[in-house]
């Protein structure tokens, strides 16, 4: 079992900056990859960012490429590095874990939002 914690959301403006945390605990050296998606009211949830435990695979969001950086501090903290933030980017971003057997873990989620 692993559990995700989110932190450092909130209300920012258009432009600024912001950097989330997922803190994991359990069986954590059990992860392939990291991730973080988000949903905004009304759509779907979406693949963020994501990182393997190696490093040695990161993939971006198109509309994210350039402006959020997605990094992990092993085994146990997964960030989220947003820059340049836009008011399309306010959404509840929820922290993502993979299990080398197909496991997969969910946070609660944070909420972001970007005022314009």
């Known amino acids: 079992q692993v559990q995700l914690v989110e932190s450092g959301g909130g209300l920012v403006q258009a432009g600024g900056s912001l950097r989330l945390s997922c803190a994991a605990s359990?069986?954590?050296?059990?992860?392939?990859?990291m991730g973080w998606y988000r949903q905004a009211p009304g759509k779907q949830r979406e693949l963020v960012a994501r990182?393997?435990?190696?490093?040695?695979?990161t993939f971006y969001l198109d509309s994210v490429k350039g402006r959020f950086t997605i990094s992990r501090d092993y085994p146990n903290t997964l960030f989220l590095q947003m820059t340049s933030l836009e008011p399309e980017d306010t959404a509840v971003y929820y922290c993502?874990?993979?299990?080398?057997?197909?496991?997969?873990?969910w946070g609660q989620g944070t909420q972001v939002t970007v005022s314009s």
């Open positions: 993502n874990a993979e299990r080398f057997l197909g496991g997969q873990y």
């Open positions: 359990g069986s954590v050296l059990s992860l392939i990859a």
């Open positions: 990182i393997t435990s190696g490093g040695t695979t």
